[in-house]
């Protein structure tokens, strides 16, 4: 047998041994379930349009494989990638949210998008037709606008506001013991002598936020040392309802509640080094569960290159 003939032969066999391989995977790869559907997100057509194009086939239990989903390595990638979008949110299951995190989660799910992090690069350069377009964005930003929460000229809210600050002002004559939370991260009243670091709105649940850092953290912002952030960093946002009156003017109605990022990367890695705590009502209630703290970072992920920090008013 002539050499160039024994390597047809060769390459014969080994091409036969990769169908084989590809054939016996096609049936073995780590199985995408689908789960039933118990309450599908009901939105707009043309909204639910983007979502179902562009989400639906990790976000949702109707999750359609194409054949090369089935091969080896890139099933279990796309099992896996499923398994995680799903544990996120699902669109199949969308009654499972109360309404106040429906609503968060649309904005979340659209500040992603804007980010250009969702849907992910790898996927829509195998699937172009789920690229988001600009006129995609704004039909969900206009959408996402209907649900915004105002409160214009709302004397009501304002009556409210104030009493709720004549009532906090009586209970500050009492020493009261410092609220710690779940996962052990106290109160700090000193926040309000830290670096006001910036200022934000939400629009899905009506509400203004000032943000603080502690000496270390306001350093490392100056310094453009955030990624990662030095241990012993404290980040506090302060939320407010938010007042508005008929001219676009704002300001803060009732207390809502006082949130914590502290920066400990050993004590914390679960968490990519920061511990999470929040304090409801003027009575500063810990909030949460040492689980429900994981879907802080999950959401904080959107943006890794502030070191996972949110409305830094100076970035690198």
């Known amino acids: 047998m002539k050499f160039s003939e024994r390597n047809k032969v060769i390459a014969a066999i080994m091409?036969?041994?990769f169908c084989v391989i590809i054939a016996v995977s096609?049936?073995?790869?780590?199985?995408?379930?689908?789960p039933p559907v118990t309450g599908e997100i009901q939105?707009?057509?043309?909204?639910?349009?983007?979502?179902?194009?562009?989400?639906?086939?990790?976000?949702?239990?109707?999750?359609?494989?194409?054949?090369?989903?089935?091969?080896?390595v890139v099933s279990a990638i796309v099992s896996r990638d499923v398994t995680e979008a799903r544990k996120r949110f699902n669109f199949s299951?969308?009654?499972?949210?109360?309404?106040a995190d429906q609503k968060v989660t649309l904005w979340e799910i659209y500040n992603m998008i804007n980010a250009g992090k969702m849907p992910l690069g790898l996927y829509t350069a195998i699937h172009p037709e789920a690229k988001v377009s600009a006129s995609d964005l704004s039909v969900l930003r206009n959408y996402l606008n209907t649900l915004s929460v105002t409160s214009i000229n709302d004397t009501s809210k304002e009556h409210e506001a104030i009493v709720q600050h004549s009532e906090w002002q009586q209970q500050q004559t009492a020493v009261n013991q410092v609220p710690v939370s779940v996962n052990g991260i106290k109160h700090r009243p000193e926040y309000r002598n830290w670096q006001v670091m910036s200022t934000t709105s939400r629009f899905d649940n009506g509400t203004m936020r000032v943000m603080y850092a502690n000496p270390i953290a306001a350093r490392a912002i100056n310094d453009h040392q955030i990624n990662p952030w030095p241990d012993?960093?404290?980040?506090?946002?302060?939320?407010?309802?938010?007042?508005?009156?008929?001219?676009?003017?704002v300001r803060p109605g009732?207390?809502?509640?006082?949130?914590?990022?502290?920066?400990d990367k050993e004590k914390y890695r679960d968490t990519e080094g920061w511990g999470f705590a929040r304090f409801d009502t003027p009575e500063l209630r810990p909030y949460?569960?040492?689980s429900s703290f994981k879907k802080c970072i999950a959401c904080h992920q959107a943006v890794k290159e502030t070191g996972f920090v949110f409305d830094l008013s100076t970035k690198k």
Request: aromatic share 12%; proline share 4%.
């Open 15 to 17: 091409m036969g041994c």
């Open 26 to 34: 096609l049936n073995h790869y780590p199985v995408v379930d689908h």
């Open 254 to 263: 009732k207390f809502v509640n006082i949130q914590y990022m502290v920066r």
């Open 93 to 99: 299951a969308w009654d499972s949210l109360s309404a």
């Open 288 to 290: 949460g569960k040492l």
């Open 43 to 72: 939105v707009p057509a043309a909204v639910k349009q983007i979502f179902v194009r562009s989400c639906f086939s990790c976000h949702s239990s109707q999750t359609e494989l194409k054949w090369y989903d089935k091969l080896p």
């Open 232 to 249: 012993g960093s404290v980040l506090t946002k302060v939320v407010w309802e938010k007042l508005e009156d008929k001219d676009g003017n």
